[in-house]
């Protein structure tokens, strides 16, 4: 701590910090453009020019910068000393000479940081009269926009891209007021991160191109919190909607999760919400047509297939809600309620799930502070994007130390950069092919499965000597070596391991290493990967296995199938005899998938965007997601449940989200807090619900006035403690229910600066969801025993491993244009060694079923080892992993 | 001698009968002068009004000099709109549909004017000088809903650009 002053004004300050960091966090208006709170200070835009004074009786003073002035002791600055004002005005209208000023068709009007900046510091008139430089623009791929006249040059992007995202075609070209920021020429932009530049840059040079698409200004969107559902991590989101489009998502600060950042999987997939493939009404087969029915009608014969409930059975869903889930399993009674996860993957997660009670399970956050790395068998980046984006950081830390022992503050990014230069810390990787993280690490370590789960015993024998030993190839016992003691030396170690390559083995390895390194003293991390938004939740349900429906041979009277495609759980053959076999199938899903079009009774089922639940994510922390969109006819699905039990007399009580959630809890002491994890819909500040609208919002009366003059009353809303209107505080609310971010005078995702109680900590207003799993079972657990013997693989044979896309293997952004445009086509990656050319059509072999798709030469994939990519669309599932045999056609 | 009753003194009536003539002849100066000054009165609805420059009437989207819609759906004016009654959607010119010179046109541009206060926020909000205020002004109907007005009964007619 410091004693500080800002005009006049005596603080106690962070002295690890800067001065704009400090007077930010205390709530001075100080304009800034290249600081980035998660990216430190490089002042290269001289916008934050404050008055120094020497001391007390210093009068004069002197211009310096306050994102690169320490917060020592005794630091006295102003704000609002006259010479500093002007010198602020003047950057502003230095950095406008060549500003296009074309707010009312530039995309970030109403939400622009420069807009903001100008608009504080005072600046008004242009008084340039010469011609403005211009730029060509560039054509950078599905989601993202290129406008580079608007450009400041605050070097924010290219921070962002390549020190933070780490990719690399991103760059600044030329040089003097001709700066360029871009790729080397037209094309896709690399990174999983992408997207983020929209809300990185302070000006509308990068933009949401899906947005733009469907443009609406900020002001006239109507937001709500939610949950990212397109993958086990659980990043915070703000979907905005008008007229009942979802128009975009932007990121929700989340300091535990997701921080600044979300993936593009995650910020485009809102895409799917508005294909014209949703399902909107209830549809009921009568011979081989099927027919769009009544709500009342589609219920009446819901409750009818139901009959007396003796052989009806539910399949839940990973992707859908604890709700959801709960809702089923209460319908048709525990014993029948099966998971719905693939073949194979809920062995996995219940072991993930039974380890993580005895480790420490670190946040995001805590993921960036950790200073060595092993990543065991996972492909982090398409796997839990956020995850890898966060693991990138983590590689940084060791370096870091050296900067730290130089007395460079950490804040201060191009005086790290000039100790670390481009050093990494220890990161290591063991996965069959390359991964997106490779770059960060130290060493790689290529095997099959089996081999990688040796490695991972190896590394933790060498750590502990109590540990289970196991064989690895005499080459790879130098780098085993070379982990442990990493690991073993760190100060705060991490395992990341996941169920991708389905290998138990591969767990319990990451297991042992953790507890390897507790025995020895040192308190080590261990993040599982989960691969759906809700794995984790269902998983904690203990529901049977899906297989032992799939494979039980039993007469089924009615399936009830919620948000789940069987055919990408267990193969074709496997799905279409069980329901072949099933009297009646009901199918509540989102989208028209291949399980929805063999059904006799399909409901609509509310999206992300028009739903509310809670999810649980990697870490086990339970987050609810409020809708975005009206209620309709296409409701959630524990509310179709609801409807069908009420209308047969089952749990009466259950008439708003808040019902179900309290009974998820008390019928099963697992999911105890989850209540907590948002407010209640009878929350109220100041007697009015949170608005959903910001003040702004536009056109109100004259929407609807189309279908009727009278202006309708804003829809009821039982779930949440969200108003679909614009009256209202949000500027109190709670984290967890705080749609969208304005405070006065910053329009731009930067009025998140005052709604956090310091500049990277916590939202004001208590917590953002509640950990389930608290590791509280620690305290030397037994050692995993040791891995089965690696098994040579037969001649002419390959291992199929299954490798997923994090534009392409999930499921509902399928329908979302922008990323399955960026879907790769079916191929199987061997290595030369193989003896196929690289593009040759191919067969393979695989549970009886032979599949097509073409070679991908990848050198680094080991002997024996094919990798398949998991989960396209208009694929057939299989088993992986399995032996196949590659045949060219 | 006895007073005779009931006769008014003379200079009395004198003094009346003068009164009351120039009373008359300045009301009549009035009516005279007036009789040969120009006609204020507006015959409406036999002859159209006449307004000022400045009036505020029903708007116009206006059109450039070639012919596009000036509007670039900016949705400025929406925001500016103290009563709400400004709806547009936004979509995108193509080389092949190009509405406006911009990147965007309002693809729907409605005013309702149950609720239009008639204060020119919008008119000065607009960066394109596209949006203007008319001087039209009968909007009296039987029908509320025919009062929300769409693009097409406000956009300028492509022949003339500018208008009033
Ligand atoms: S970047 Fe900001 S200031 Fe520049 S044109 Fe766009 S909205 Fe206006
Ligand atoms: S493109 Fe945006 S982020 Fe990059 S330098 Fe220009 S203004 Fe800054
Ligand atoms: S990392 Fe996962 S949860 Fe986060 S934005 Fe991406 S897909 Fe969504
Ligand atoms: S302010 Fe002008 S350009 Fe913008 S939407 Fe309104 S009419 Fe169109
Ligand atoms: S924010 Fe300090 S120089 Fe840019």
Redesign the interface.
């Given at each position: 701590m410091a004693t500080v002053y800002i005009d006049g004004n005596r603080h106690d300050a962070d002295a690890k910090q800067n001065m704009l960091h400090v007077s930010l966090s205390l709530g001075y208006d100080l304009p800034f453009f290249c600081w980035h709170p998660a990216m430190g200070s490089i002042g290269a835009c001289r916008q934050c020019a404050v008055k120094q004074f020497k001391d007390e009786k210093d009068t004069k003073g002197r211009l310096v910068m306050a994102c690169l002035t320490p917060a020592l002791e005794d630091t006295r600055i102003s704000i609002a000393d006259q010479e500093a004002q002007e010198f602020r005005a003047a950057i502003i209208e230095g950095l406008m000479l060549h500003h296009p000023h074309d707010?009312?068709?530039c995309d970030e009007?109403?939400e622009c940081h420069l807009q903001d900046m100008t608009y504080l510091t005072g600046h008004a008139y242009r008084r340039y009269r010469f011609q403005k430089r211009t730029y060509r623009n560039q054509f950078l791929g599905p989601f993202v926009n290129h406008e580079m006249n608007r450009c400041i040059q605050c070097y924010r992007c290219v921070r962002f891209y390549r020190g933070y995202a780490g990719e690399h075609d991103l760059n600044s070209f030329s040089i003097h007021h001709t700066v360029y920021f871009g790729r080397h020429e037209d094309g896709i932009l690399e990174s999983e991160f992408s997207g983020n530049l929209a809300e990185v840059c302070p000006t509308g040079v990068f933009t949401d191109r899906t947005l733009?698409?469907?443009?609406?200004?900020k002001?006239?969107q109507t937001y709500a919190p939610s949950i990212c559902h397109s993958c086990g991590v659980g990043c915070n989101i703000s979907p905005g909607q008008r007229?009942g489009i979802v128009r975009r998502i932007l990121n929700r600060y989340n300091h535990e999760v997701n921080g600044y950042f979300i993936c593009d999987r995650g910020r485009f997939s809102y895409e799917y919400v508005n294909s014209p493939e949703r399902i909107r009404a209830p549809l009921v087969r009568r011979g081989d047509e099927r027919e769009v029915i009544e709500k009342d009608e589609a219920v009446k014969i819901f409750a009818e297939m139901l009959g007396s409930g003796e052989d009806v059975i539910g399949i839940g869903s990973p992707r859908a809600s604890l709700e959801a889930n709960f809702a089923l399993r209460a319908l048709v009674g525990a014993d029948r309620f099966f998971s719905g996860f693939s073949t194979g993957e809920q062995r996995l997660i219940e072991l993930m799930l039974s380890i993580m009670q005895t480790v420490h399970v670190p946040s995001l956050r805590e993921v960036e502070a950790c200073d060595a790395v092993l990543i065991l068998g996972e492909d982090v980046t398409n796997v839990a994007a956020r995850m890898a984006l966060a693991l990138r950081q983590s590689a940084r830390r060791e370096p870091q130390k050296k900067a730290l022992a130089a007395r460079v503050p950490l804040w201060d990014d191009l005086g790290v950069r000039q100790v670390t230069g481009d050093a990494i810390g220890p990161v290591f990787i063991a996965f069959p092919c390359a991964t997106r993280l490779d770059d960060v690490a130290e060493a790689t370590y290529r095997g099959r499965p089996d081999q990688i789960a040796q490695f991972g015993y190896a590394v933790a024998a060498a750590i502990h000597s109590g540990a289970p030993p196991a064989n690895t190839d005499a080459s790879a016992q130098a780098l085993v070596k070379r982990i442990a003691e990493a690991l073993r030396t760190a100060e705060r170690p991490l395992v990341v391991s996941g169920a991708t390559l389905r290998n138990e083995a591969i767990i319990g390895a990451a297991a042992n290493i953790v507890y390897a390194l507790e025995r020895e003293g040192r308190s080590a991390g261990l993040a599982f990967t989960m691969p759906e938004a809700n794995t984790c939740g269902l998983g904690l349900m203990r529901a049977r296995a899906l297989e032992e429906a799939l494979e039980s041979r039993v007469q089924y009277g009615t399936v009830v199938i919620l948000e789940n495609d069987l055919y990408r759980r267990a193969t074709a053959a496997i799905v279409d005899e069980f329901l072949a076999r099933a009297g009646n199938v009901v199918v509540l899903d989102q989208v028209n998938t291949r399980t929805a079009a063999r059904a006799n009774l399909v409901l609509p089922v509310a999206s992300f965007a028009e739903s509310a639940g809670t999810l649980v994510n990697f870490e086990s922390r339970a987050q609810r997601f409020f809708p975005v969109l009206p209620p309709s006819d296409v409701q959630e699905s524990w509310r179709w449940i609801t409807d069908v039990a009420t209308r047969r007399g089952e749990f009466g009580s259950w008439n708003s989200l808040d019902d179900v959630t309290a009974a998820v809890e008390q019928e099963m002491p697992i999911f105890r807090g989850i209540t907590a994890a948002a407010p209640p819909s009878s929350y109220r500040i100041a007697g009015e619900k949170i608005p959903r609208q910001p003040h702004?919002?536009?056109?109100?009366?004259?929407?609807l006035?189309?279908i009727?003059?009278h202006e309708p009353p804003p829809p009821d809303d039982p779930d949440s403690p969200l108003a679909y209107s614009m009256e209202g505080y949000t500027y109190k609310a709670p984290a967890s229910a705080l749609p969208f971010l304005w405070a006065p005078g910053w329009n731009s995702a930067r009025a998140l600066l005052k709604f956090q109680e310091e500049i990277n900590g916590p939202l004001r207003g208590g917590p953002v969801g509640i950990r389930l799993i608290r590791g509280d079972r620690r305290g030397a657990p037994e050692f995993f025993s040791g891995a089965p013997e690696p098994v040579n693989a037969p001649e002419r044979r390959w291992l199929a491993v299954p490798i997923y896309h994090l534009f392409g293997s999930d499921e509902l952004t399928h329908w979302a244009p922008a990323i399955s445009s960026l879907a790769p086509q079916p191929y199987v990656a061997v290595n030369e060694r193989a003896g196929f050319r690289d593009g040759a059509p191919v067969a393979f072999q695989s549970d009886g079923a032979t599949q097509t798709a073409v070679i991908k030469i990848r050198s680094e994939i080991p002997d024996g080892v094919a990798a398949v990519p998991a989960g396209l669309r208009e694929t057939e599932t299989l088993r992986l992993p399995a032996w196949i045999s590659i045949e060219a056609i | 001698m006895t007073r005779a009753t009931g006769f008014l003194p003379m200079p009395s009536i004198l003094h009346d009968i003068a009164d009351t003539a120039l009373t008359l002849a300045a009301g009549f100066k009035v009516t005279l002068k007036n009789l040969f000054r120009p006609t204020v009165t507006e015959d409406y609805p036999s002859e159209p009004p006449r307004f000022e420059q400045r009036f505020r009437g029903l708007h116009i989207l206006q059109r450039d000099e070639s012919g596009l819609e000036k509007c670039v759906a900016c949705f400025l004016c929406a925001a500016a709109c103290p009563s709400n009654c400004i709806y547009i959607e936004a979509a995108e010119n193509t080389s092949e549909n190009r509405i406006s010179a911009g990147e965007r046109y309002a693809a729907v541009y409605n005013i309702d004017y149950n609720r239009c206060i008639f204060c020119g926020y919008c008119v000065e909000a607009c960066p394109t000088d596209a949006i203007t205020h008319g001087h039209g002004f009968e909007l009296a109907t039987y029908n509320v809903t025919e009062l929300i007005y769409r693009k097409e009964q406000l956009l300028a007619s492509p022949a003339s650009p500018a208008q009033f």
């Open positions: 707010c009312p068709v009007g109403g733009g698409q469907h443009y609406t200004r002001w006239d007229d702004r919002y536009s056109g109100r009366t004259a929407t006035v189309n009727s003059i | -």
